[in-house]
């Protein structure tokens, strides 16, 4: 069966700071890969979307980077983190050709 | 982009009781997904139902597609069904509603 993991879980980063969020997919091959963020109380925006490697589309203009090193494996990134980027952030992934898209447990971003 | 209201914004329940959520979109969709997001913050997948109705235990679904709305029913509601429900839609993308949060009290 499919797994997504996500790491890490929860992040206290400084204002500034560089940012590396990791999101791999196990049990399955090509997979649509999806960044989305969510803020306190609020729903998902999509940030950025890969239908394979090295393929990135990027939804909201920000502060915020991502890649597709690896088939199984879509990173968020960002230089200097602003206060603004603390949210909930979701990877999720979708079988190429298939609408349903599945979610990891999420990794809780606090910029201070 | 697609607009996608949901309603109520809030709704307490006490155990047992049934309840209605419903999910209004502003375009034709071909992509209607309802999701459960716990305590936890983990995205639970509820339905996948561009159109018709589908029943998953305790929970139902159906979506008017020709009408742009979707209802999400949960029967018998327990303490565990408490969280906030997510409906999501898209031509292309997903686009999510704002969530209707549900409290079950014992």
């Known amino acids: 069966s499919q797994t997504i993991h996500q790491w890490p879980a929860t992040l206290v980063q400084p204002v500034g700071s560089p940012l590396s969020l990791e999101c791999t997919v196990e049990?399955?091959?090509?997979?649509?890969l999806y960044w989305y963020r969510q803020a306190a109380g609020r729903g998902l925006q999509l940030l950025f979307y890969?239908?394979?490697?090295?393929?990135i589309s990027s939804e909201v203009p920000q502060n915020l980077s991502a890649s597709r090193p690896q088939d199984r494996q879509f990173i968020l990134s960002s230089k200097k983190l602003l206060l603004s980027d603390s949210g909930f952030y979701l990877c999720?992934?979708?079988?190429?050709?298939?609408?349903?898209?599945?979610f990891g447990p999420g990794t809780r971003l606090l910029v201070l | 982009g697609i607009q996608v209201e949901q309603s109520p914004p809030d709704l307490i329940l006490q155990e047992g009781a049934n309840s209605t959520l419903r999910c209004n979109f502003s375009?034709?969709?071909?992509?209607l997904q309802w999701f459960h997001q716990n305590p936890w913050g983990q995205l639970i997948n509820l339905f996948y139902?561009?159109?018709g109705t589908k029943q998953n235990g305790r929970l139902s679904a159906t979506t008017v597609a020709t009408e742009r709305y979707s209802l999400l029913y949960i029967s018998s509601s327990q303490t565990t069904d408490s969280g906030v429900y997510f409906c999501?839609?898209?031509?292309?993308?997903?686009?999510f509603g704002a969530g209707t949060t549900v409290t079950v009290r014992a």
């Open positions: 999720a992934w979708g079988a190429s050709g298939q609408e349903t898209q599945y």
């Open positions: 999501a839609v898209a031509e292309n993308k997903l686009s």
């Open positions: 890969s239908v394979g490697i090295g393929q």
């Open positions: 139902i561009p159109s």
């Open positions: 049990g399955t091959s090509n997979p649509n």
């Open positions: 375009d034709s969709v071909n992509n």
